[in-house]
């Protein structure tokens, strides 16, 4: 690893190591800036300041790095203008979605050009019959959606916040449906990518949306989770599926937490065909019923959901009631219409916000590990156990992932040292039980170190070398994964 880092220095890798000398934003010259301006047009590009601020962060609690100019392109002529001219002059890009992760991925930590997407926000083809959809980098979740509504299609992906689903290919994001219709890796067919020096990807082969290939490398996973560190994402092609016949949302109180993970194990190994499981602990859900006034038992808590015909539906429901109420549940109870339903999943989406209102004026850290499903029992009691009154946990326990959300006063540097001590220990804890530091929010600042002891000095070695044939400059998202 070190020869390799040696060699990038070497090579002139990271010119931005020079760009901003002093570990500071640089200034980008007034010709630089007006020759922004001519490819994207004068109104779409903006210094001010605080629009800077505005794309210098995310929802996480990583400190404000502002880029010295954002421009917002119309296609994807303009971002491979835009990624040449910045690739030739040696200033860093910073590709921006909708700002909602979780990594600090969009701070521009050198600052540079942050090329905001969400002006290209065109569903360009739809495919009913081979149940695909081409979406540019502006369309988001709940907007593809709500186009697809007379189709009898959907797109499952669901990481709660209304992100955009180039965004969350980025990330490699998933969320709450996961369990049954997988992650953004799983869902993403196909991509058009911008590369560094503004040469046109197309991962899977221009205009393919094939189910299966073994054609080549699999560039398209390569590329989904690269956290905007390879390229920017202009265009994805994703797997849509079938509207459920019929959606039934149940939910169940339990005694400990050790009994609600122990039911979600017994849940699974039942193979009980479940479309959701989600834990809410106890503050959690304390913290939900004044939020979204709700009017849920305050205890540790399941919410699940079951897709199918009406038939399989009563046959689900029988049976994880029996295994709940086995596993002491109480309070088991069903919505079957689309508002009560509704209602219900807003509130477990807006959780994170539900949290961070118990201590207002504080911010918020999550943690994001994954382990093995038959590990999930033993982690997350003592995760709760480590928590004590401290935080609240929720988690996406259908597929081993959970989420403790710590609130921080931002004033109290003592407190950002005990909540990344707790996130540290945490990761290390899913490490040693085979798991993985991130499940969905990615590696972005805070997790470099932990990326390396998770895929050893091999694989980072490989990541630092695709790294360097794909962006031998250095200057796509610099500073974040490796």
Same mark, same amino acid.
């Given at each position: 690893?070190a ?11 990271f ?34 300041a ?5 794309h ?11 880029p ?39 701070c521009?930590?050198?600052g ?27 369309v ?21 916040a ?6 969350m290919?980025?990330?490699g ?6 369990v049954?219709?997988?992650t ?50 202009t @265009?994805a092609?994703?797997? %849509? #599926?079938?509207?459920?016949? &019929?959606?039934? +949302? !149940?939910?169940?109180? =339990?005694?400990?937490?050790?009994? @609600?993970?122990?039911?979600? %194990? #017994?849940?699974?190994q039942? &193979?009980?065909? +479940? !479309?959701?499981?989600? =834990? ?21 808590t399941?919410f ?53 209102a ?25 995760a ?11 988690g ?31 990761a290390?804890?899913?490490l ?5 530091c ?6 972005g ?25 794909l ?12």
């Amino acid at each position: 690893m070190a020869s390799l880092l040696r060699a990038a220095a070497t090579w002139g890798l990271f010119p931005w190591r020079g760009y901003c000398s002093r570990g500071t934003q640089g200034k980008l010259s007034k010709d630089f800036v007006e020759t922004l301006r001519a490819i994207v047009g004068s109104p779409h590009v903006s210094t001010a300041a605080s629009v800077l601020e505005q794309h210098g962060h995310d929802e996480s609690m990583h400190r404000c790095q502002p880029p010295d100019a954002v421009v917002w392109p119309q296609n994807v002529e303009q971002v491979s203008e835009l990624a040449a001219l910045c690739y030739s002059h040696g200033v860093p890009i910073i590709p921006f979605g909708t700002g909602t992760g979780l990594e600090g991925g969009v701070c521009a930590v050198k600052g540079g050009v942050c090329i905001n997407l969400t002006h290209m926000d065109r569903i360009l083809e739809l495919n009913p019959e081979d149940f695909s959809v081409v979406v540019e980098p502006g369309v988001t979740r709940k907007a593809l959606n709500t186009h697809l509504r007379d189709s009898g299609l959907w797109f499952p992906v669901d990481p709660g916040a209304d992100a955009s689903l180039c965004g969350m290919a980025a990330t490699g994001a998933s969320g709450t449906n996961a369990v049954r219709y997988g992650t953004m890796q799983d869902n993403v067919l196909n991509l058009e990518v911008v590369l560094p020096d503004g040469r046109l990807l197309h991962t899977a082969g221009l205009g393919r949306h094939f189910r299966k290939s073994a054609a080549g490398y699999n560039l398209t996973g390569l590329f989904v989770g690269s956290e905007g560190t390879l390229g920017l994402i202009t @265009a994805a092609t994703l797997r %849509l #599926h079938p509207v459920p016949e &019929a959606t039934v +949302v !149940a939910t169940c109180a =339990f005694p400990s937490v050790q009994a @609600a993970v122990d039911s979600t %194990l #017994h849940i699974l190994q039942a &193979a009980v065909p +479940v !479309a959701r499981i989600e =834990f809410l602990d106890e503050v959690t859900i304390d913290a939900c019923n004044r939020y979204s006034n709700l009017n849920c038992s305050v205890a540790p808590t399941l919410f699940l959901e079951f897709h199918g015909s009406e038939q399989a539906l009563a046959e689900q429901l029988q049976r994880a009631e029996e295994i709940t109420l086995h596993n002491g549940a109480s309070h088991f109870s069903w919505a079957k219409e689309a508002e009560e339903r509704s209602k219900l999943w807003a509130a477990r989406h807006n959780a994170w916000y539900a949290v961070l209102a118990l201590r207002p004026g504080c911010k918020g850290y999550s943690t994001d590990v994954c382990v093995p499903i038959s590990r999930l029992p033993e982690i997350l009691v003592q995760a709760k156990e480590d928590l004590k009154a401290s935080g609240a946990i929720v988690g996406h326990v259908g597929d081993g992932n959970f989420h403790c959300i710590l609130l921080v006063d931002p004033e109290e540097a003592e407190e950002f040292r005990r909540v990344e001590a707790f996130a540290h220990q945490l990761a290390r804890r899913a490490l040693a039980l085979r798991g993985t530091c991130t499940g969905e929010h990615g590696i972005g600042l805070g997790k470099r170190q932990l990326l390396q002891e998770e895929v050893g000095a091999v694989g980072m070695e490989i990541m630092w070398q695709l790294k360097a044939t794909l962006d031998p400059r250095g200057l796509m998202n610099p500073g974040k994964v490796l």
